[in-house]
């Protein structure tokens, strides 16, 4: 059976490929999801996908993958500006045990500094910055 893993992507993620292309690219999220399931079916992984704007969705989403009947192996988030501050989303985070892995599109380090620091990370498996979209897919590699 093949190991199950949800991406969740957070606010203003539904924007890509019209929201700052010279940050995130001109892919839409449906492009990038498909790349993401072609790379899921070379690794013999099966992925499951979520986008909200709201907190509350995105910690019901984390908290379902692991106590609900649709359970995953892991998650692949991207918090979006939830990264920041959301400490629901961290604490939905410590409450699962399955392994949980942080992805950015941008380098955040490398732009404004409030965007410098994951209240999320230190809960996290590991984290993958400013890659593009390609970190969806590197993510993928450590279910593996």
């Known amino acids: 059976m093949p190991k199950r893993i949800l991406i969740i992507n957070g ?4 924007l890509l490929g019209l929201r700052e292309p010279d940050k995130y690219g001109l892919q839409t999220l449906e492009s990038v999801n498909d790349d993401i ?15 909200s ?3 509350g969705a995105l910690v019901t989403a984390v908290q ?3 106590y609900s009947d649709d359970t995953y192996d892991g998650i692949i988030l991207n918090a979006g500006a939830y990264t920041h501050y959301s400490i629901a989303l961290r604490d939905a985070i410590s409450a699962i045990k399955i392994p949980v892995i942080e992805v950015h599109i941008s380098n955040v380090h490398a732009r404004e500094e409030f965007r410098h620091t994951s209240v999320i990370a230190p809960v996290c498996s590991g984290t ?5 979209t390609k ?4 993510a993928l590699h450590s279910f593996l």
Do not use: H, R
């Open 11 to 14: 606010p203003n993620l539904n």
């Open 37 to 51: 399931a072609a790379e899921a079916a070379k690794l013999e992984l099966e992925v499951g996908f979520f986008q």
């Open 135 to 138: 970190g969806y897919k590197l």
């Open 53 to 55: 704007n709201s907190e």
């Open 64 to 66: 379902d993958a692991f």
């Open 128 to 132: 993958i910055i400013g890659f593009g």
